[in-house]
């Protein structure tokens, strides 16, 4: 690899990806071993550098050798293109960097309910600014991705279901009304950190069944194995919510609503 000298990464080291992809930039010699700096640790050089503010939601990369600051996408094509320059020129052909720029932002702007942090939020911790735009962005992809495997994965417990997407995407959106009008006034300005939350609760739920739509069981393992799910999910609403220093009125909530629309469905096919 070829490293991009006098370069330093200001990495968000509360948040799991971000340690993992800038340790992997150093330990495959993209840049300096000592090339990226903690954001919560940053020098009083590179913090003069910096908007501390835009660092929060954009990755920063500061150039030492001109004394400038290149920031999320940009930086991220800058220390892969000085190894790979066929890879950075074609990201940065249109429509392509438009797409890669919005995927970046998606996941920024979400990943603190992506990955959730359980250091408390002061002024120093890199926690990226709330934007409406890529929450309602995560939670509809969620949505829309977990009606899609729950569909087909109905087809594997029997009991007379037969796939419907628009089914289990009436229950996803649902489970998101039900708790956003039973949850709002409890939450308040919480409301939308929970959501992001809960939907990657779900995310984490449809991805452990995808591995089961690839075998070919009797239906009582398909029954036993989403009722694993279901609790591991259940754990991790707890861990989350605990996170969000919040009681067990939403993981009671959303437990409930789970096996209310658990019942009917079973009853409509009955």
Sequence with gaps: MKTL???TLIYDNECPMCTIYSKGFTKCGMLDADGREAFTEISVRNKNLVDFNRAKNEIALVDHENN???YGLDSLLLIIGNSFPLLERVARVQPLYWFFKKLYSFVSYNRKQIIPSEK???E???VPDFNLKYRLA????VALFSAYILSLYSRKLGMGLNPNYFRELAVCLGQILWQTLFLKRYLKDKIWDYLGNMMTVSLIGTLLLIPALLTNFVPVFYLIYFGFVVFIMFLEHLRRCRILKLDLLPTISWGVFRLTALAIIIAVTI
Excluded: G, R
């Design 5 to 7: 000298k006098k370069h």
């Design 68 to 70: 400038k600051v290149i």
């Design 120 to 122: 408390n939020k002061t």
């Design 124 to 126: 120093q911790s890199c």
């Design 138 to 141: 995560y939670i509809a992809f």
